[in-house]
Structures are given as structure tokens and as C-alpha cells.
């Protein structure tokens, strides 16, 4: 599986970028997606996951209610919509697949994750 990440930028506090992370190779159902940002200086942090199959998404405390995960099967593509952007939310944004293969698994570090993408750049200026 190859991720390519795109559409970081620089924006002003409170305005709205929207990620995109084409996959391609061997996808399926069987996988689940995820995002992951690194600030300077700081640990990669998990962001916010999805199943390729649909279902719930799950994101870390700080984005809920301003960033939304969604996939579109058809173009294998997923996305991270992000909204109301924060000088905080600074960082390189990676997206990521895990395959899954139990029935019980964890999905938000970074060593759950077999692909990752290249990561884009998300800069907000306050």
C-alpha cells in the first residue's frame, strides 16, 4: 500500500484546510486509516482514524467537534476536514494504514500503523 498526502498549507487562526491521502496498491476493507500530526520537537500524536469499511471514526480530545475523518471508497481516498484551525494544530500531517488482522487491536499510536504517507505541512498563523 502507497499513501500520498496532500493539501497542507498556511492559514490564519480559525480558517479551514481539508487533507486528502490517496491510497493505492493492495486496499480493502480489511484496513483502517488514520492521521497523525508531529509538531516540532514533539512525539508523533494520533489525530483521528477511520475504517476503510465505514463505521465509527475516532479522534484525539483536542480536534473533536473541529476536524472530521471520511473516506471515499470509490476514489480510495481518504480525508481529513479541519476546521476552525488553531495556532496549536501546527504540525506535519501524516496519513497512515493499518492492516487489520485481529479481532482486538489499537489504532492510535504510531507503531499500530504499517504505511505511512510522506506527511504535508499545516501551518496556522494566530
Known amino acids: 500500500v502507497q499513501l500520498q498526502a496532500s493539501g497542507g498549507g498556511l492559514v490564519q487562526a480559525g480558517g479551514s484546510l481539508t487533507l486528502s491521502c490517496a491510497a493505492s496498491?493492495?486496499?480493502?476493507?480489511?484496513?483502517?486509516m488514520g492521521w497523525f500530526r508531529q509538531a516540532p520537537g514533539k512525539e508523533r500524536e494520533f489525530v483521528a482514524a477511520?475504517?476503510?469499511?465505514?463505521?465509527?471514526?475516532y479522534y484525539t480530545d483536542s480536534v473533536k467537534g473541529r476536524f472530521t475523518i471520511s473516506r471515499d471508497n470509490a476514489k480510495n481516498t481518504f480525508y481529513l476536514q479541519m476546521n476552525s484551525l488553531k495556532p496549536e494544530d501546527t504540525a506535519v500531517y501524516y496519513c497512515?494504514?493499518?492492516?487489520?488482522?485481529?479481532?482486538?487491536?489499537?489504532?492510535?499510536?504510531?507503531?499500530?500503523?504499517?504505511?505511512w504517507g510522506q506527511g504535508t505541512q499545516v501551518t496556522v498563523s494566530s
Open positions: 497512515a494504514a493499518k492492516r487489520i488482522s485481529q479481532i482486538f487491536y489499537t489504532f492510535q499510536t504510531p507503531s499500530d500503523y504499517d504505511y
Open positions: 477511520i475504517k476503510w469499511s465505514g463505521g465509527n471514526s
Open positions: 496498491g493492495r486496499t480493502s476493507s480489511g484496513y483502517i
